[in-house]
């Protein structure tokens, strides 16, 4: 895969970061008039480093001063390479260990120590700033990094630094090109004649020209008309490139720095996050509970308080973990890293690291959201998806890899281990399959068992419970599609039986108690004693002494047993009667060709009402078509059928 590297620079104000990036392209990285008027960089520059394999790496210029470290935290989160810079003549300096402190938290792995204007100083000096330099950096990922003197001014060690350059390119990890595309905005301006454009580093995936994005966390859905890289038009833009992007129907107002682009629908913006937060050791303050922070994630600043959930307040060099609960809305991924600075006056305090990206609200001190955050920090994408299909289950690969934003083949690998280690299930089939846990699994069968013992306790007569009120009781808005692959699953596993409408356990039988029994045989009688001229329903069932809910209870078992037909929702009639108005339908018609209601009203002696009841019915059943004020039998219809129909 190929690597797309995006190399920074950090560092003390006037070290010369903005020099050494001109003497290393030939282009000044200073676009502000302001910048150029007072010499410093305010803002942060973009520009491009050909490398002599033929790829072009992006380079971000931060600016030192410790007013503008916001804007440099803007910048530092798209490293994959820094060159942190100290100049020969001043040495260490206290943006030189801010920006270390923020690029160590940040978790940046690559980089260079340069160190600048050796034209000024001589060799025994430079000597002691690079001994002052190893003993700054010895605790940091830059300890075992190499230093590299040189001057902007005459050129010397500029090769030596370019060569280095292209030797670390080759050593940084490539970004994930199979997932979903992420690019934090770090800049927007309008362009005449085209409209507004965004800047940012593209963090993971591929972004193509003519595709539809949204820009979070505003929700504003937009297309790109227009893709540059290092100032170049391309159709596709991969991961690890600086992007310009030209979007169309969206004002430059309408966006911010700190903006993420991705694809629609795929991020749900939170004003909070569940985070592992570390104070670095020389921190001015402890962060109390409540406290107000700023915080930096991506390209973005945003107010917020700290909720410490595991300790009364977290002091220099410690780390705890901490619900922070935001201001504004911002989007992430488990993983993502972050920097904390105090509210007022603005010291960089520390950084960590996002647990989860869409938490509930927390209590402090709940053991079991404690457990939880350090399951989820743990660096296992087995246990991460356990633990998150622990919480969502019946989701499928594509939601699984729009929660962990991580590539399908990855995703795809711990999917089958954890099937073949028996800690998940799959339900369904083909590209709809559905996922489960072990433990979540029992867990629904449990709760389905319980659910089928309490309805029966209350419906006694019932064989089981309907599909659609066990979905309501037990899996709340699971989609019907999904819930039937799992009920199907369960019947294939030989642990619920399924029959029409109706779930229950495997082999189920209903057995009745003798007082049951008694009101049934009653029931029956009282219908069959009045043959096609069936009694009104409720005067029976007050007769037997039920209730409206055992009403309808008694009426379903007897119809479910074919002891009753149901002809309507007034009319019920008793099966030997029922197969006698159906016997003697059939030898009318077959002797006259058709019947009327009025014909059938005499033929069975009742009133119109019933008559044509019976005839509807036995339209609706396929037995009978009606042909004009006649019926006359389907022609399909067969005597062995009739069992069916009812």
């Known amino acids: 895969m190929e690597r797309n590297v995006i190399i920074g620079t950090a560092g003390h104000i006037d070290h010369g970061k903005t020099t050494l990036i001109k003497a290393l392209t030939g282009r000044d990285t200073d676009r502000l008039k302001e910048e150029k008027e007072r010499g410093i960089t305010i803002d942060l520059g973009f520009t491009y480093f050909d490398l002599p394999d033929g790829r072009r790496a992006g380079i971000i210029d931060v600016p030192g001063h410790e007013r503008f470290i916001k804007n440099m935290l803007a910048g530092v989160s798209g490293f994959d390479i820094v060159l942190l810079v100290v100049a020969a003549n001043e040495g260490v300096m206290p943006q030189t260990k801010e920006h270390l402190d923020i690029l160590n938290l940040l978790m940046v792995k690559k980089g260079i120590i340069v160190v600048t204007k050796i034209d000024l100083v001589d060799k025994e000096w430079l000597s002691l700033v690079i001994e002052e330099i190893r003993e700054a950096v010895k605790d940091t990922f830059l300890r075992d990094a190499p230093i590299i003197p040189v001057s902007s001014l005459t050129g010397e060690g500029l090769d030596e630094l370019k060569n280095t350059i292209a030797k670390i390119t080759n050593e940084v990890e490539a970004r994930e090109l199979d997932t979903a595309f992420r690019l934090n905005i770090d800049r927007v301006f309008v362009i005449s004649g085209f409209g507004t454009v965004v800047t940012g580093t593209l963090i993971s995936g591929i972004i193509e020209e003519g595709q539809k994005v949204e820009i979070y966390p505003s929700n504003i859905i937009t297309r790109v008309r227009g893709i540059q890289v290092h100032e170049k038009s391309v159709k596709k833009a991969f991961a690890g490139q600086r992007v310009a992007l030209n979007l169309a129907n969206v004002k430059k107002d309408e966006i911010r720095r700190g903006d993420v682009i991705a694809p629609p629908g795929w991020y749900t913006p939170s004003f909070m996050l569940d985070v592992k937060i570390y104070l670095i050791k020389d921190s001015p303050v402890p962060i109390k509970n409540l406290d107000r922070i700023r915080l930096y994630i991506g390209t973005k600043e945003v107010l917020g308080r700290a909720v410490i959930l595991d300790r009364e307040d977290v002091f220099s060099g410690e780390e705890a973990y901490v619900q922070l609960r935001l201001e504004e809305k911002v989007v992430s991924e488990r993983g993502d890293r972050f920097i904390v600075r105090t509210y007022s006056p603005m010291y960089t305090i520390g950084g960590g690291i996002v647990i989860e990206p869409n938490p509930p609200k927390r209590k402090r001190f709940d053991n079991d959201v404690i457990e939880e955050l350090k399951n989820k920090e743990r660096d296992n994408l087995a246990d991460i998806i356990l633990q998150v299909l622990n919480e969502n289950p019946f989701l499928d690969k594509k939601a699984l890899i729009k929660v962990l934003n991580l590539s399908s083949t990855k995703i795809e690998q711990e999917l089958q281990k954890l099937l073949s280690e028996g800690k998940i299930y799959a339900i369904g089939t083909g590209e709809e399959i559905y996922f489960l ?21 209350e419906f006694y007569l019932k064989k089981g419970i309907p599909k659609e009120e066990l979905r309501s009781k037990i899996f709340g808005n699971l989609k019907t ?22 779930i229950f356990e495997k082999d189920f039988k209903i057995v009745l108690e003798e007082k049951y029994m008694r009101k049934l045989e009653e029931i029956e009688k009282l219908f069959y004693e009045k043959g096609l001229k069936p009694p009104k329903i409720e005067e029976v069932l007050s007769q037997v002494g039920l209730n409206e809910k055992e009403k309808t209870m008694y009426l379903d078992y007897l119809t479910e047993e074919c002891i009753l037909v149901k002809i309507s929702d007034e009319i019920f009639i008793h099966r030997e009667h029922y197969y006698k108005a159906l016997k003697e339908l059939q030898e009318y018609i077959i ?17 119109r009402k019933y008559a044509l009841a019976l005839l509807e019915f036995f339209d609706r059943e396929r037995i009978t078509v009606r042909n004009g004020d006649v019926r006359i039998l389907r022609s399909d219809f067969d005597d062995r059928e009739k069992d069916s129909h009812f």
């Open 481 to 502: 599609k999904v819930f039937e692959e799992f009920l199907q699953f369960l019947k294939e596993n030989n642990i619920i039986d399924i029959e029409k409408n109706l």
């Open 437 to 457: 846990t072990y433990k979540r699994f029992n867990e629904l069968i449990a709760k389905i068992k319980e659910t089928l013992q309490d309805y029966r306790k």
């Open 591 to 607: 002797k006259n060709g058709n019947i009327t209601v009025s014909e059938y009203r005499d033929l069975l002696g009742v009133s």
